[in-house]
Nanobody
Framework: HVQLVESGGGLVQPGGSLRLSCTAS????????MNWYRQAPGKERELVAG???????VYAESVKGRFTISRDYAKNTVYLQMNSLKPEDTAVYYC???????????????WGQGTQVTVAS
């Protein structure tokens, strides 16, 4: 049973920084992509950043140049360093892990419990 444990959210002033982390455990298959999504009140969940098993990264346009995703493959942990935070970054941030079960030709998605990030003065 795959479990994701997130940490690092909180309240920060505009222009400040936060670092989120998410550790995955319990998978017997290799982890493929690790992603961060966010959902603000009244809005749909959106991809913030993702990193593949080969270290390729993708970012939402709104966070490019401010957020950095990284990954510790040995610890099955993904990080999101968020700098120059803006009030519009306020949301619940969710960790997402994709695990490919090759012999069954399927990809399983797992989600963390979410961590609140609030940017306000």
């Amino acid at each position: 049973h795959v479990q994701l444990v997130e940490s690092g959210g909180g309240l920060v002033q505009p222009g400040g920084s936060l670092r989120l982390s998410c550790t995955a455990s319990g998978s017997i298959f290799p982890i493929n992509a690790m992603n961060w999504y966010r959902q603000a009140p009244g809005k749909e969940r959106e991809l913030v950043a993702g990193i593949s098993s080969g270290s390729s990264t993708v970012y939402a346009e709104s966070v490019k140049g401010r957020f950095t995703i990284s990954r510790d493959y040995a610890k099955n942990t993904v990080y999101l360093q968020m700098n120059s935070l803006k009030p519009e970054d306020t949301a619940v941030y969710y960790c997402n892990v994709q695990i490919v079960v090759a012999f069954q030709r399927r990809t399983d998605n797992y989600w963390g419990q979410g961590t609140q990030v609030t940017v306000a003065s």
